[in-house]
RNA sequence: GAUCGCAUAGCUCAGCUGGUAGAGCAUUUGACUUUUAAUCAAAGGGCCCUGGGUUCGAAUCCCAGUGCGAUCACCA
């Protein structure tokens, strides 16, 4: 017939589904010459005059094909045979034509042109929405819903699913928001490697990978922190940076092996600065992609409207459990995880308890943003010392919904207590804990150097906006989540 | 890693105590010039996840495997 079903020049598209939809007016006339290219959706054919559902980038419109239209003469071909019987749905095609009314009363495009821009060889799955007229609801069938196939075929999934499109369009939107505030103060956007010859900045472990030319181990960066850090060194006085990390551990509905993390340091500043920036960054965000600071997280509503309540880890457990840890020692620790039904064993150092109890007793409790403040120092070698309470470190986590969405120091820039604080780690690692960290010598050669005060944040991208799409689980957040290898 | 659940047509799902494989939508053929989950008439469509076993006979029962999900453990 003639008809190249994947023609190589350019289609001019004048107007998006949406817009017609919204501002078509029938007094006003407008509308009257658009071009529109998408997916054909559904197509309803009676005879001579046909009606079909086009998809485009902005979502759905009517259009109406009448046949003696698109074909004036005698050959008839293009309607009977192109498109009634070759056009399929999925097809993508261009038409040119003009708003208008139907009978029923929906903005259609009278068809005046048609063209075949690109043949879908394989069937998508049909999901029928009809409006129920009792309730005024939208009612979905045969949704397309097995997640192994949405995850594995999220290309099929992102055309039939228009709600799983709205996820990723917030999660673009929280990473351009986060952005633009940041540039809006000042700091600059870097990159850091990711192939790295050692995996520091924070306890986990990484995917191995071989440099040919080199002949050397590197490392998928499990943190970006210590190379950040470097460029304070260097004379930057904010810095920050989107980007993926690596992490060769299990994996769940809230874990990925590979996964987005931002993390920011700024000059100057100490962690207390640090949770008045995260409550304006966050209250910005959730107003950019959800259009107000509450949302709704499962059954809870959680406002990202700061100021967050601030509770020590200490007065939290006394808050939570009416025991006040903070004078006790390990055994006396150990003795309240017993009382309080928490499995504990002796790798577990006082630091590992006093989380254990946290996480067991308080970590749920978290509803609405709240920031736990000054950790024990054994688990965190790179935040500095609590400039007043011994054993303590100035760090602090925002919780919500009972899950930790940020971390956060005063940067440890003291070149001594850093090297010592990374050989208490290597002994860590001599005593069988496979998640302390290493040494890394330029790193602490960059802070002998001198490392401003500093302060540094951490938010893990997906998780937040597992929050703020309500999703319960990483995959749904990922476009294309880690899978098995398909049979 | 452990426990539990699921796997049947392109999609969503039935299929009982074992006896020739089912529906709706989609597809194909025909009718129809404003329909809207269009309608009406007809047709085609299956490695019942894989491999063993029990049985005269297995989609169905048993064992093993694979994939996916949920819960738990570890982590962000």
């Known amino acids: 017939m003639g008809i190249n079903p994947y023609p190589a020049e350019k289609f001019d598209v004048n107007a998006f589904s949406k817009d017609i939809k919204e501002n078509y007016d029938a007094e006003k006339g407008n509308y009257q010459e658009v071009s529109l290219a998408g997916r054909i959706m559904?197509?309803?054919?009676?005879?001579?005059?046909?009606?079909?559902?086009?998809?485009?980038?902005?979502?759905?419109?009517?259009?109406?094909?009448?046949?003696?239209?698109?074909?004036?003469?005698?050959?008839?071909?293009?309607?009977?045979?192109?498109?009634?019987?070759?056009?399929?749905?999925?097809?993508?095609?261009?038409?040119?034509?003009?708003?208008?009314?139907?009978?029923?009363?929906?903005?259609?495009?009278?068809?005046?042109?048609?063209?075949?821009l690109s043949k879908s060889l394989r069937?998508?799955?049909?999901?029928?929405?009809i409006k129920n007229e009792e309730t005024g609801e939208e009612e979905i069938f045969d949704a397309f819903t097995d997640p192994e196939l949405r995850y594995r075929r999220r290309y099929v999934d992102l055309v039939v699913n228009p709600h799983v499109r709205e996820v990723f369009l917030k999660r673009s939107k929280v990473i351009n928001s986060m952005r633009n505030y940041f540039n809006d103060q000042g700091w600059i956007e870097v990159e850091t490697p990711i192939l790295q010859p050692l995996h520091g900045g924070a306890a986990a472990r990484p995917f191995v990978?071989?440099?040919?030319?080199?002949?050397?181990?590197?490392?998928?960066?499990?943190?970006?922190?210590?190379?950040?850090?470097?460029?304070?060194?260097?004379g930057f006085d904010g810095v920050y940076e989107f980007g993926k990390?690596?992490?060769?551990?299990?994996?769940?509905?809230?874990?990925?092996?590979?996964?987005?993390?931002?993390?920011?340091?700024v000059a100057y500043k100490d962690y207390v600065w640090m949770m008045g920036m995260v409550e304006e960054c966050l209250e910005k965000v959730c107003v950019a992609v959800t259009g107000g600071t509450k949302v709704k997280v499962g059954d809870n509503e959680i406002d990202f409207k700061g100021p967050y309540r601030r509770l020590s880890m200490y007065d939290s457990i006394k808050e939570y459990t009416g025991i006040d840890v903070s004078k006790m020692d390990e055994a006396e620790l150990r003795d309240v995880c017993k009382?309080?039904?928490?499995?504990?064993?002796?790798?577990?150092?006082?630091?590992?308890?006093?989380?254990?109890?946290?996480?067991?007793?308080?970590?749920?409790?978290?509803?609405?943003?709240?920031?736990?403040?000054?950790?024990?120092?054994?688990?965190?070698?790179?935040?500095k010392k609590h400039r007043t309470e011994e054993g303590l470190v100035e760090r602090f986590e925002l919780f919500v919904n009972g899950k930790e969405?940020?971390?956060?120091?005063?940067?440890?820039?003291?070149?001594?207590?850093?090297?010592?604080?990374?050989?208490?780690?290597?002994?860590?690692?001599?005593?069988?804990?496979?998640?302390?960290?290493?040494?890394?010598?330029?790193?602490?050669?960059?802070?002998?150097?001198?490392?401003?005060?500093?302060?540094?944040?951490?938010?893990?991208?997906?998780?937040l906006t597992m929050m703020l799409t309500d999703n319960a689980s990483i995959q749904e957040v990922l476009f294309f989540p880690q899978m098995k290898k398909e049979v």
Do not use: W
């Open 42 to 116: 559904m197509k309803r054919v009676m005879g001579k005059a046909s009606f079909a559902e086009l998809q485009d980038s902005s979502g759905r419109i009517q259009i109406y094909v009448n046949r003696d239209e698109i074909c004036p003469g005698e050959d008839k071909t293009l309607y009977n045979q192109v498109f009634k019987k070759l056009l399929d749905i999925g097809d993508f095609v261009g038409i040119s034509g003009f708003a208008f009314v139907t009978r029923m009363g929906e903005i259609t495009v009278h068809v005046k042109e048609f063209k075949y």
């Open 123 to 129: 069937p998508l799955p049909i999901v029928k929405r």
């Open 209 to 234: 990978t071989h440099h040919n030319t080199l002949d050397m181990p590197l490392y998928l960066r499990i943190a970006n922190e210590l190379y950040l850090k470097r460029l304070i060194v260097g």
């Open 245 to 265: 990390m690596f992490r060769n551990e299990g994996m769940d509905r809230t874990h990925n092996p590979e996964f987005t993390s931002m993390e920011i340091y």
């Open 339 to 383: 009382q309080l039904h928490i499995e504990t064993d002796n790798s577990m150092g006082k630091g590992k308890l006093i989380d254990e109890i946290f996480g067991e007793k308080v970590e749920d409790h978290l509803i609405q943003p709240t920031y736990i403040t000054d950790y024990p120092i054994e688990m965190t070698p790179l935040a």
């Open 405 to 463: 969405i940020a971390n956060a120091y005063s940067e440890l820039n003291d070149p001594i207590d850093q090297r010592e604080r990374l050989e208490d780690q290597l002994s860590l690692a001599e005593r069988g804990d496979d998640e302390a960290m290493v040494m890394d010598e330029d790193f602490v050669r960059a802070l002998e150097y001198g490392m401003p005060p500093t302060s540094g944040l951490g938010i893990g991208i997906d998780r």
